[in-house]
């Protein structure tokens, strides 16, 4: 059994396994509070930003906060507008907009003072009502994945968190995205994500508050220990052990889990039987035992070292038995609601032969966490071993559903049990009834599993655990106590200013601004909140950000044009109501339509240092015929002069989404014919015909093209690849062998998630596995045909009955082996190989100038080489569209057949939304769509058979899986057209990928700047979107530059690093987003890695070498040379 660790410094609430209802928004029949000038601009500054403020110490009771009555005001107002609101039932136009940011509002409000049911329900009615404005506020997004995670909700924060980085990816509060995306990903097994964003956030130089930065390392030794890499987190937990981490951090709750850590990751080696001999095993055992009691000793009240301990203890001789059960107890005693640990004294009370207790012990684990694999498995164990057989089989169906450790022996079980029960059903009566079967006089007799859960001990903590759960639902319903402290309401003549020694953040920035601007008009109050940020902003400063544009100001310099009273007569608040709950209208000044000058609160007047994201998709703002020289001068003035800086493309973009799949039309066939060309000669091959038709078409079959080309397929046959590399590594796949319009689970559930465990062998060894297959199956079939109409006797026909309920059991029995993605790039050692791909026509070529990932200048293995599958019946291409939406081609060596499912472009957004709903990721994940659900979704399905010699070509961004019918060999390339519509797609799955947090493997920004280079461009809409992408990078890296050479903290020289010849493209070590040209360098464990700026800058800029591979006058030149060639008659562009 694998227990859960628990992640150090995450302060959440438990699972709701239940539906809590919808809080309802009541009528408030109470006075409207009212506000002083403080109080509404500081409501109106609040965000989910400053929920470290008001959330961030758990111990601290929000009802103690110093400003909690503002809250408590602002919650009162905007109920009494949603009160309005409803009553109204207008939200078309603005007062959509309207009630859009009252929720939004509401979802903050709620948030800080902790009523997370309401901040969710106001959030998603928020995004609901205008999910094109919601990114627009920075901390939308960021509230709704804290919402999110502390419902433990993983996947839902997950994609919030991404957002709000994907828009905001150097805002203050980056860190706390990132630590809590490493929180999600770790719950959700993506462990190389968590690595990523656990590492960004220790990174940041500023230091979230979520995790401190000795527990985002004591998370990163978790994750390596839930990744199953035990010396890794070994490493890092005695590192961090050594270091003398001051307090708070360094407290003994911290020491005491790195302590605890250590101790369980010593048990692990010995569980994992990584000690060679008895003494090495002791030797662990002992350091367990001295880590685990050290870390007693610092916090005796952790039930999970308690129940580590009992482990320890458990895993030596018999005698040490009674201090495992002492410390199970006393781990019970602290947190009674550990499923882990009840498994655990259930298995300890089965070895000591006290199966009644044995059995409590496991319906209560089963009872706290229902999906607990281990608990269901040692029940089973346990009815078996007392001759109770149909129980023993449930338990073990259940374990089969939750991922169990060992599926293959309990299917095995399970498969005997149901064999044996169906061919002897006086089986399935328990042992105290044998009626005909031998007495069990040595057997206790348990209580039925239907019967179980009404034993004492399950019963009593069932009872407690459905009070305690009623408990929170009620605490969710009733919301935060601040709702229910009227007396906050009054008016409060001192707004309890502090002297605090912190930087100013955003919201006190704003609200900076927004008194000095109405100094003349403020009362006493509000001057001494003024008084009070200026002194903290001229000594502190702020939090740097791009969040920030005021950032390079002092107070003396904030704009002074604007007259207070101009300032207060304009300046609109959510929290401007009468009485009624009306909003006030103010009237406008006849002028006031001419007067352009910025209201308070409008960040846009300046510009920051960097734009606040870079995307290939932001929205131009000036002509595609400007000069580089205009280019370069536009880029300076954001240094040098401010004031005339223009932006030349969108800074602030939202995130992309998947396209919207066209309506279907009536009577429409969705189950489509695939086209089918045959090719009858060497002219067809080549034909500028069949080009045009493949790259407008989203799959096509071509039969006949590798015969008229003359190729030689057997080059790339099993029995030639064995004599020319029978050592050449091969990566294997082994999956369950199903029908192709089946994907079953461990239990013979339809699922779209695929299972399959991978490993690596060489040619020879899995041509032997194949020639083998192949030899079982002909056996199979021969003495089928030799069996039929035999005379059979009565064992003969017992064994055929046994055989057919085996074939009949739903159960996915027989594993296969998939050689996959065995690479043939290497040019000298299957050059025949390659030499007899060079006969494709050029728009199918590995290598060609119409071919886009020719012109990358470096080897992206698997897209640009070519790569080989070996195949046995049965084996599977999970679903897939072609990285950045690449076009592919896929030939088919024989002699079996491929059976193939492919969708167009259009409709892989509702593909990604269904493998959402099925619990997998539809870049991350393995997934096999059902054919019958997608047809009732009315998304088209192309099917057909690949037969040997055929060629597959499946276009750009075609969603596609495939299955071998038959024992077969398959090689692959990708293939970029270049085309209008294949750049388009490329760029937003580009976008798409970064918002995901998937890298892209094609480098678009490189590819661009490529293509400008090398390539003659005809088509006017290439030549647009070619142009524009070379503007937005060549903007983009000319600000980078800049601001690395200018910044005053860092002003750090540019050194020229020239780029080498096949040099591959550079990724970011924390982000894997492409760096283009501009390189942060920095030395980690004695290797340079390469980072981009937003990570960079979000850390020390002074650790970091800056250097630059294409000299910006090479760029220029480039971008200048780059023009639309116009022609007089269509050729192929090449």
């Known amino acids: 059994m694998e227990p859960m660790e628990e992640d150090e410094g995450v302060n959440m609430a438990q699972d709701i396994r239940e539906a809590l209802p919808a809080p309802s928004f009541l009528p408030v029949h109470e006075v409207i509070p009212r506000l002083t000038l403080y109080e509404r601009v500081r409501l109106d500054s609040l965000t989910s930003i400053n929920f470290l403020?008001?959330?961030?110490?758990?111990?601290?009771?929000?009802?103690?906060?110093?400003?909690?009555h503002i809250l408590f005001k602002g919650f009162r107002i905007l109920e009494k507008r949603i009160e309005r609101l409803l009553t109204q039932g207008n939200t078309e136009g603005e007062d959509r907009i309207d009630a859009f940011l009252v929720f939004l509002k509401l979802g903050h409000i709620s948030l800080l003072a902790g009523d997370y049911a309401r901040a969710l329900s106001a959030y998603q009615q928020a995004h609901s009502m205008?999910?094109?404005?919601?990114?627009?506020?920075?901390?939308?997004?960021?509230?709704?994945?804290?919402?999110?995670?502390?419902?433990?909700?993983?996947?839902?924060?997950?994609?919030?968190?991404?957002?709000?980085?994907?828009s905001n990816p150097t805002s203050i509060i980056a860190s706390e995205a990132n630590a809590r995306l490493g929180v999600c990903y770790k719950a959700v097994k993506l462990y190389p994500d968590a690595l990523r964003h656990f590492n960004s956030a220790l990174n940041d130089r500023i230091e979230p508050v979520f995790l401190s930065k000795p527990h985002l390392r004591l998370n990163i030794a978790l994750t390596h220990d839930s990744a199953g890499d035990i010396e890794k987190a070994y490493a890092e937990c005695t590192q961090l052990l050594k270091e003398d981490i001051p307090h708070p951090n360094?407290?003994?709750?911290?020491?005491?889990?790195?302590?605890?850590?250590?101790?369980?990751?010593?048990?692990?080696?010995?569980?994992?039987?990584?000690?060679?001999?008895?003494?090495?095993?002791?030797?662990?055992?002992?350091?367990?035992?001295?880590?685990?009691?050290?870390?007693?000793?610092?916090?005796?009240?952790?039930?999970?070292?308690?129940?580590?301990?009992?482990?320890?203890?458990?895993?030596?001789?018999?005698?040490?038995?009674?201090?495992?059960?002492?410390n199970y107890r006393s781990s019970i005693d602290k947190s009674e609601a550990d499923s882990d640990t009840w498994c655990s004294i259930g298995v300890l009370y089965?070895?000591?032969?006290?199966?009644?207790?044995?059995?409590?012990?496991?319906?209560?684990?089963?009872?706290?966490?229902?999906e607990h694999s281990a608990a269901w498995t040692n029940l089973g164990q346990l009815y078996e071993a007392h001759a109770q057989f149909a129980d023993a089989l449930s338990c073990y169906k259940n374990a089969i559903k939750f991922n169990p450790a060992c599926p293959e022996h309990l299917k095995s079980r399970i498969i005997i049990l149901e064999r044996e029960l169906a061919l002897s059903p006086i089986l399935a009566q328990p042992p105290n009834r044998p009626q005909g079967l031998p007495r069990h006089a040595h057997l206790v007799v348990l209580p039925a599993l239907k019967e179980a859960g009404s034993q004492p001990i399950p019963s009593e903590l069932r009872q407690r655990q459905d009070e305690f759960l009623k408990l929170k639902q009620q605490k969710y319903r009733d919301g935060s106590l601040l709702w229910r402290m009227g007396e906050l309401a009054g008016v409060r003549s001192d707004p309890n200013v502090h002297h605090e020694s912190r930087p100013l953040d955003p919201s006190q920035l704003n609200m900076l601004r927004i008194?000095?601007?109405?100094?003349?008009?403020?009362?006493?109050?509000?001057?001494?909140?003024?008084?009070?940020?200026?002194?903290?902003?001229?000594?502190?400063?702020?939090?740097?950000?791009?969040?920030?544009?005021?950032?390079?100001?002092?107070?003396?310099?904030?704009?002074?044009?604007?007259?207070?009273?101009?300032?207060?007569?304009?300046?609109?608040?959510?929290?401007?109501?009468?009485?009624?709950?009306?909003?006030?209208?103010?009237?406008?000044?006849?002028?006031d339509e001419d007067d352009e000058r910025p209201t308070p609160g409008d960040d846009t007047i300046t510009s920051t240092e960097l734009p606040n994201a870079f995307s290939l998709l932001a929205p131009l703002k000036i002509p595609i015929d400007v000069t580089a020289a205009e280019l370069m001068s536009q880029?300076?003035?954001?240094?040098?002069?401010?004031?005339?800086?223009?932006e030349m493309f969108e800074e602030r973009i939202a995130p992309p989404s998947p396209p919207t799949p066209p309506a279907m039309k009536p009577g429409e066939n969705l189950n489509r014919p695939t086209p089918l060309i045959t090719v009858e000669s060497r002219k067809d091959a080549h034909s500028i015909e069949l080009q045009k038709f493949c790259e407008s078409s989203p799959i096509v079959l071509i039969r006949g093209l590798t015969t008229q080309l003359k190729m030689d397929l057997s080059l790339f046959s099993t029995k030639t690849l064995l004599e020319v590399c029978p050592d050449h590594e091969v990566e294997v796949r082994s999956q369950y062998k199903m029908p192709p319009d089946l994907n079953l689970d461990?239990?013979?559930?339809?699922?779209?998630?695929?299972?399959?465990?991978?490993?690596?062998?060489?040619?020879?060894?899995?041509?032997?596995?194949?020639?083998?297959?192949?030899?079982?199956?002909?056996?199979?079939?021969?003495?089928?045909?030799?069996?039929?109409?035999?005379?059979?006797?009565?064992?003969?026909?017992?064994?055929?009955?046994?055989?057919?309920?085996?074939?009949?059991?739903?159960?996915?029995?027989?594993?296969?082996?998939?050689?996959?993605?065995?690479?043939?790039?290497?040019?000298?050692?299957?050059?025949?190989?390659?030499?007899?791909?060079?006969?494709?026509?050029?728009?199918?070529?590995?290598?060609?100038?119409?071919?886009?990932?020719?012109?990358?200048?470096?080897?992206?293995?698997?897209?640009?080489?070519?790569?080989?599958?070996?195949?046995?019946?049965?084996?599977?291409?999970?679903?897939?569209?072609?990285n950045n939406c690449l076009a592919s081609i896929n030939i088919n060596i024989g002699p079996g057949d491929c059976e193939w499912f492919g969708v167009p472009y259009e409709y892989w957004g509702v593909i990604d939304k269904k493998c959402r709903e099925q619990g997998t990721d539809f870049l991350k994940g393995a997934w096999w769509p059902n054919h019958d659900e997608l047809i009732q979704m009315g998304v088209p399905v192309y099917r057909f058979t690949q037969k040997a010699g055929d060629m597959v070509w499946v276009g750009s961004g075609c969603v596609h899986w495939v299955q071998s019918n038959g024992w077969c060999n398959n090689v692959a390339w990708n293939v970029g057209p270049m085309t209008?519509?294949?750049?388009?797609?490329?760029?937003?799955?580009?976008?798409w990928n970064k918002l995901q947090d998937y890298k892209s493997l094609v480098p678009m920004q490189h590819l661009f700047w490529q293509i400008a280079k090398n390539v003659r461009v005809t088509n006017q809409k290439v030549y647009s979107l070619v142009r524009g992408m070379l503007i937005r990078s060549l903007a983009y890296c000319k600000m980078v530059a800049e601001w690395a050479e200018n910044k005053h903290e860092t002003q750090k020289p540019i050194k020229n690093q020239p780029r080498q010849k096949r040099e591959i493209t550079h990724y970011c070590t924390l982000c894997e987003v492409e760096v283009f040209n501009i390189l942060f360098v920095k030395e980690v464990n004695s290797a340079f890695t390469v980072w981009c700026v937003d990570c960079a800058r979000r850390g020390t800029i002074q650790d970091y070498i800056i250097l630059q591979q294409i000299p910006f006058s090479e760029l220029s030149q480039i971008f200048d040379a780059f023009q639309l060639h116009m022609i007089s008659k269509t050729t192929l562009v090449a």
């Open 635 to 646: 880029c300076h003035k954001r240094v040098e002069r401010r004031h005339e800086f223009r």
């Open 250 to 326: 360094g407290g003994p709750l911290l020491r005491a889990a790195i302590q605890r850590e250590l101790g369980w990751l010593c048990y692990r080696a010995v569980d994992a039987d990584r000690c060679g001999t008895a003494e090495e095993r002791e030797n662990k055992l002992t350091e367990a035992e001295r880590h685990l009691h050290d870390s007693k000793a610092l916090v005796p009240e952790s039930g999970k070292t308690h129940y580590y301990l009992g482990r320890c203890y458990g895993e030596q001789n018999q005698h040490r038995a009674h201090e495992a059960f002492i």
């Open 350 to 370: 089965h070895q000591q032969k006290q199966p009644m207790d044995a059995l409590q012990a496991f319906i209560c684990a089963v009872d706290l966490d229902p």
């Open 515 to 591: 008194l000095k601007y109405s100094e003349s008009n403020l009362d006493d109050t509000c001057k001494r909140v003024l008084a009070n940020l200026e002194h903290r902003f001229k000594r502190e400063g702020c939090l740097d950000g791009s969040d920030l544009p005021l950032c390079k100001y002092t107070v003396s310099q904030l704009p002074s044009e604007i007259q207070a009273e101009d300032a207060l007569r304009n300046f609109e608040s959510l929290f401007d109501i009468d009485y009624k709950g009306d909003p006030i209208v103010k009237p406008k000044e006849e002028d």
């Open 53 to 68: 403020e008001f959330q961030g110490n758990p111990s601290l009771n929000i009802c103690m906060h110093p400003e909690r």
């Open 746 to 882: 461990h239990l013979g559930r339809p699922t779209w998630a695929c299972d399959s465990q991978r490993s690596f062998t060489t040619i020879q060894k899995y041509a032997h596995y194949q020639a083998d297959s192949f030899k079982h199956s002909l056996k199979e079939e021969s003495d089928k045909l030799r069996n039929q109409g035999a005379k059979y006797g009565a064992a003969a026909e017992s064994a055929a009955k046994r055989r057919r309920l085996m074939e009949e059991s739903a159960m996915p029995l027989k594993m296969i082996k998939f050689g996959t993605n065995v690479d043939l790039s290497d040019d000298v050692k299957f050059k025949a190989q390659l030499t007899e791909l060079a006969k494709m026509p050029p728009f199918c070529r590995v290598i060609a100038g119409c071919n886009l990932l020719s012109h990358l200048g470096h080897t992206v293995l698997g897209m640009n080489t070519v790569q080989l599958y070996m195949k046995v019946p049965g084996t599977r291409t999970p679903g897939h569209t072609e």
């Open 130 to 166: 205008a999910e094109d404005h919601f990114w627009k506020d920075s901390g939308a997004y960021h509230g709704l994945g804290i919402v999110y995670l502390h419902f433990k909700a993983y996947g839902c924060a997950i994609e919030a968190f991404n957002r709000q980085l994907y």
């Open 980 to 991: 209008h519509q294949q750049l388009t797609m490329a760029v937003h799955q580009y976008e």
